[in-house]
């Protein structure tokens, strides 16, 4: 008898996990979110952000235009990125998704980071830019985009861009989680102090792939390169 529960008592847990990963579904029909300090003022703590009231509910809440303007680039890595969550485009919430600007100075690199909770789809508007990203066993998938051009980065590898092209480029994403959180290597692996150094070397060891043969042969000529592998950019 205890041998035929055992099999049903792991499907139901593994269920579990699968609810417990997931964003939730709407139970309602919007939901944006309470932004404002009176809306704040409660003592019932959720995962997420909580509902405004119904009666205040109105067309703006479900428009942003956060992403219109370009960003204040990094002085190191000539980039800057802007993600855009319900907390600050309140429609978003309960929709389990987020969106971001990134904008590429030219050489601009966006440094190996993460999303814990989010797969991203990454789309090129403007310029042409080098991305990628690196699974568990270090190999590394990266492609050359250009306008129009999208690229996906799996839920929780490390992915990066670097800005190939002779002009800035700018690039929108869409992330399936409403806090798809971040997490970089330069601010989980190394001391502050380190971040202009790791930027240099990334940004070195980039540019020469993308001098690599012709432009439109390089998105194979990249398939599966482990010189990406991050104790080899501290080796002299």
Request: proline letters at 6%; charged letters at 20%; a neutral charge.
């Amino acid at each position: 008898m205890h041998s035929s529960w055992f099999p049903l008592s792991i499907f139901f847990l593994f269920s579990m996990i699968k609810l417990c990963l997931a964003d939730c579904d709407n139970l309602q029909d919007t939901c944006p979110a309470a932004t404002t300090p009176l809306d704040k003022k409660q003592t019932v703590f959720i995962n997420g952000h909580p509902c405004k009231n119904p009666t205040t509910i109105s067309a703006p809440d479900f428009k942003s235009s956060e992403l219109i303007n370009p960003g204040a680039t990094d002085i190191f890595a000539r980039s800057s990125v802007k993600i855009v969550t319900a907390a600050d485009f309140p429609g978003l919430n309960t929709l389990g998704l987020s969106i971001a600007r990134t904008d590429l100075e030219l050489d601009g690199l966006v440094i190996p980071h993460s999303h814990p909770r989010a797969t991203e789809m990454f789309f090129v508007k403007k310029g042409i830019v080098l991305a990628g990203f690196i699974d568990t066993k270090s190999n590394v998938f990266q492609n050359v985009l250009k306008e129009g051009d999208v690229i996906v980065f799996p839920r929780g590898l490390l992915h990066f861009c670097f800005n190939i092209g002779f002009d800035d480029a700018i690039v929108f994403s869409v992330l399936n989680s409403q806090n798809p959180g971040v997490v970089s290597i330069s601010g989980a692996m190394f001391e502050p102090d380190h971040d202009f150094e790791l930027t240099g070397k990334l940004a070195k060891r980039l540019i020469s792939f993308s001098k690599r043969g012709p432009l439109e042969n390089q998105s194979n000529s990249y398939q599966n390169v482990t010189l990406l592998k991050f104790p080899s950019l501290f080796q002299s």
